[in-house]
């Protein structure tokens, strides 16, 4: 069974840093598409960062130039680094992955679909105070 678990959520001040984990388990480590996503209370979740299997990424218009995804092969884990946080990133962050296909399609906005993912991890909580 393919098992995701994401560690690394917390309470930061705005403009704060912080790194999320995922350590991902049964399957085939770095050949699909994975990615981070975000639900903030009362909204639609939204996919804010991916990357394939040849370690090509695609960020969210709302991320870009602040978050940076990245993969460990050695360790099954990828990251999510989160740099001047802003009280509206506060969310449940869920790691995720597509084990049907290698690569990652985004909308315009370089935002992930939730419909193309069938495996999520538990979820952190990021918590951004002004």
């Known amino acids: 069974d393919v098992q995701l678990v994401e560690s690394g959520g917390g309470l930061v001040q705005a403009g704060g840093t912080l790194r999320l984990s995922c350590v991902a388990s049964?399957?085939?480590?770095?050949?699909?598409?994975m990615a981070w996503f975000r639900q903030a209370a009362g909204k639609d979740r939204e996919g804010v960062a991916s990357?394939?299997?040849?370690?090509?990424?695609n960020y969210g218009d709302s991320v870009k130039g602040r978050f940076t995804i990245s993969q460990d092969n050695a360790k099954n884990t990828f990251y999510l680094q989160m740099n001047d946080l802003k009280p509206e990133d506060t969310a449940m962050y869920y790691c995720?992955?597509?084990?049907?296909?290698?690569?990652?399609?985004?909308?315009?906005?370089?935002?992930?679909?939730?419909?193309?993912?069938?495996?999520w991890g538990q979820g952190t909580q990021v918590t951004v105070s002004s």
């Open positions: 990357i394939d299997h040849d370690g090509n990424t």
């Open positions: 995720a992955v597509d084990t049907s296909s290698s690569v990652c399609v985004t909308d315009s906005g370089g935002y992930s679909y939730t419909w193309a993912f069938r495996h």
């Open positions: 049964g399957y085939t480590y770095s050949k699909y598409c």
